[in-house]
């Protein structure tokens, strides 16, 4: 699973998860609105995670939902790096 979370000016924190490091291929988003799906066959721990991380921005807009993110974008359009986190 990719992900990586956005700041966004119309929705807040979005989180979005890739098919690969690419992230070309977006396969669901999630923010305080809504989730969306944008392939037919999203992977269950996909679905679950974006329909948790909905849940919790939609019940605090500042909600810290950094564990989602395995990524981060590395510029405005450079490419998505994995995130290194103590004991990796």
């Known amino acids: ?3 990586a979370i956005y700041p966004t000016i119309m929705d807040g924190t979005v989180v979005r998860w890739y098919a690969d490091e690419d992230g070309e291929q977006q396969i669901a988003s999630a923010s305080r609105n ?12 996909v679905r ?6 909905h849940s919790e921005l939609a019940r605090r807009r500042d909600a810290d939902v950094r564990h989602y993110a395995t990524h981060r974008k590395k510029g405005l359009f450079g490419p998505l790096e994995p ?3 103590d004991g990796d």
């Open 34 to 45: 809504a989730v969306e799906f944008y392939v037919d066959d999203v992977p269950a721990d």
């Open 83 to 85: 995130i290194r986190r």
């Open 48 to 53: 679950d995670a974006a329909q948790a991380a």
């Open 1 to 3: 699973m990719i992900s």
